[in-house]
DNA sequence: TCATAATATTGACCATGGTCATTTGTCAAC
DNA sequence: GTTGACAAATGACCATGGTCAATATTATGA
């Protein structure tokens, strides 16, 4: 149990809601209120941080935050959303980064070791708070995506899914690279695969204390899957 | 929340620990003691099937096993434990399975085929409590093996992982068939990446209530990963 | 059969996540 | 200013998972 970090700060304040430059015209309540959300966002993660989740009790995040326990929950409806506030943010950064990564020229296998490069570097960042939030609400039920067809089938790793579509079917899109990725696997199949690789590594690495390199264990594995299990011919 | 199923009691009681049958050849209280386990074991996860994990209370589950809330936690350290129990059960089940199949002389892919029909049985049979499983304890630290070195890689699904982990080193070590697999991907990462797309499939199909066949998704997906994503000039 | 030790059962007790009626603060209209 | 309507903050309260010292039960030996 506890799983106490130690306590890196570098973490972004104020990222919570892009919202919040713009705050300053708000009407002072609802400035105020996005103020405090945030302030209550910060001292939960960093007691979670330095504790752990477990660790940490509500009361402690109010009084650091020298509010009354009960306005916590007008903030956040549990404990645990916090975390999942965590994961949507988290999910924004990662997935900015995917889309922009996929309006590159590049071939298939280029773009998906960039865009782990990428993952890897905010993994590394975020690792203690990756290992909470994989602990303790990754398969949750509140992370499974309600809204697209598409979205509904898949159930984990929401924060990961959509930026490993977005790329492979902007691959398969890109008509001056077309014929590189087999044609004959759907998007949705390919990205469930991807993504769910990433997840079981991310896992191990986070559970690991990040005892190995990432990058380089993804790209092994991806190594396998584009060149596939069975034996090649013309090899 | 609440996944209330439909109270299916088609599964075989008295499987928690198979000393049972030889339990009649222990003293009075021993024997009494491991009866009472299996009561609560019995209990709790009939209660869990029909008004979900969290929607079950202690107090519940020995009210209805006649004891005190306090006796609950002598044979249980927690409630949860009673889904880890539950865990290694089926892990056991499914491994049995597994070290046969790795006996039988058949093409890698047909080993795991006949893993998958297997384990899709048991995957419809377990329907209710396998979303439950999946729900509350998969990703959790406590279900991470820590003997061996190799088992220590991997996080998450233990009850998957050893069964195609002993498939696949089964047909590498098999010298008959040598050679119908790439020879240069270890067993570990094959068994990684086998055992997190069969994890990402589970999930979807336990919280999309069974809605679709496990076995042609789970087929679907071992195609392209045999084949790999990459475009075969061969083909 | 009794005394003693070992073990199992019990329920009062605690900590904590979460609820909600009440109180306090904010803002606009007059 | 004063008032009234709305919103936000508050902490007493509840439910439940888990602990533990006290009690009851069983086994053993004389």
Redesign the pocket.
Known sequence: MRLVGQASHHYKRGSLTGDLSKAAHL???ER??AI?RERLFDTAMDLFETQGYDG????EITERAD?????F???F????SVLLAYHEQLGREIHQRAERIARTPLSARDRFDRFFAQVSKIAKREKVRLAILIRQVVVYPGLVPRSGTVEREHTSWAFLWPSVLAIHRSFLEDGQERGELRGDIDSATAATIISSIWATTLIQWAFNDGGFSLQKAMSKRMDVLFAGLARREDS
């Open positions: 009407p002072r309540r105020k209120k405090l940490t009790t509500v009361i509010v009354a326990k009960g306005t929950f007008n903030y409806p549990s404990k645990e």
